[in-house]
Nanobody, 126 residues
Framework: QVQLVESGGGLVQAGDSLRLSCAPS????????MGWFRQAPGKEREFVSS????????FYADSVKGRFTISRDNAKNTLYLQMNSLKPEDTAVYYC???????????????????WGQGTQVTVSS
């Protein structure tokens, strides 16, 4: 079992930036393709971004393209999501997810992932 620990959420104003982090407890990050998803109140969980096991292959939802950057530092065993130019519609609980794989690709469907973090709240005020 992999436990994913997220951090970095908070309350910010529109136009501000935040960086989310995610680290697997007791496991090596490089064994997993990783993704970020989010879920706003009353809405379904939606894909935000994904990255292959070793990078640099990444994929983004159109709604965040150009504003968010996913990255990973396998040496530090940490996944990141840099969020710039935040908008009120980015308000949601953000989840990191891990998929055990030997492939180098990325995955955008939440059903592809094996493990999930507990989520971290991001609130953007207007």
């Amino acid at each position: 079992q992999v436990q994913l620990v997220e951090s970095g959420g908070g309350l910010v104003q529109a136009g501000d930036s935040l960086r989310l982090s995610c680290a697997p407890s007791g496991r090596t990050l490089s064994s997993y393709a990783m993704g970020w998803f989010r879920q706003a109140p009353g809405k379904e969980r939606e894909f935000v971004s994904s990255i292959g096991r070793f990078g640099p292959v990444t994929f983004y939802a159109d709604s965040v393209k150009g504003r968010f950057t996913i990255s990973r530092d396998n040496a530090k065993n940490t996944l990141y999501l840099q969020m710039n130019s935040l908008k009120p519609e980015d308000t949601a609980v953000y989840y990191c997810a891990a998929k055990a794989t030997v492939a180098s690709g990325t995955y955008s469907r939440h059903t592809s992932y094996d493990y999930w973090g507990q989520g971290t709240q991001v609130t953007v005020s207007s």
